[in-house]
């Protein structure tokens, strides 16, 4: 009789425990709907001897909501939930941290499964000056593409980034002007005519 008591006492822990976990799953995800997997490999920077690995991190609400370490040329997956912003922060002592922001804003009624793939450097603190502002951006913007049907790099904001690291008095979005107004630059990153078509 003991015995029976204290399977069922077992058995009933376990259910709670079960319940308990699947609670948590349901409040974490904003929407139920996984709309993309993205497949990421950070690239070896060249006359350089790689060694160690990446942290890679996926960020929500300025939350790390998963991570993994991975080596130079090896692939990292993460599954986004459709309409949330999200960042992949990748880090490693003596580089400057990596920041590519995914917007999965789509219509409700889309049910796909998208994929996107993307492989970039991790650029070396030495190479630039870690203390410009503009290194705390994400260097890349990913958003939905409804005319293409298709998640794609916002190529414009990209390339004024890269040019505000690399030459700070030639940016197109990321001016002194706006800087001391205080926008940010996620004001212009709504702009539909961004989507490069």
């Known amino acids: 009789m003991k015995k029976s008591n204290l399977n069922l006492k077992m058995l009933a822990m376990f259910a709670i425990m079960l319940f308990v976990k699947s609670s948590f ?11 993309l997997k993205i497949n990421g490999i950070i690239l070896k920077a060249p006359h350089r001897a790689e060694r ?17 370490k991975v080596t130079v040329n090896k692939e990292f997956k993460f599954s986004l939930y459709k309409n949330n912003w999200y960042t992949v922060r ?21 049910a796909l499964v998208y994929e996107f793939l993307f492989e970039s450097e991790v650029l070396d603190a030495k190479n630039v000056d870690a203390s410009n502002e503009v290194m705390e951006l994400p260097i890349g913007l990913v958003k939905f593409d409804k005319a293409n049907n298709r998640f794609y790099p916002v190529e414009n904001y990209t390339a004024s980034i890269k040019q505000k690291i690399f030459d700070p008095s030639k ?8 800087h001391d107004n205080g926008k940010s630059m996620m004001a212009n990153q709504d702009d539909d005519d961004m989507i490069v078509k």
């Not at 160690?52 to 993994?68: A, H, P, R």
């Not at 940016?171 to 706006?178: E, G, H, L, M, P």
């Open 25 to 35: 799953a349901l409040v974490n995800k904003k929407d139920s709907a996984v709309c």
């Open 52 to 68: 160690g690995s990446y942290k890679v991190e996926l960020l929500s609400d300025n939350k790390v909501i998963d991570s993994c």
């Open 90 to 110: 990748v880090t490693k002592e003596g580089y400057v941290p990596l920041l590519i922001s995914f917007d999965t804003k789509m219509d409700e009624g889309n």
């Open 171 to 178: 940016s197109k979005f990321f001016n002194s002007d706006t």
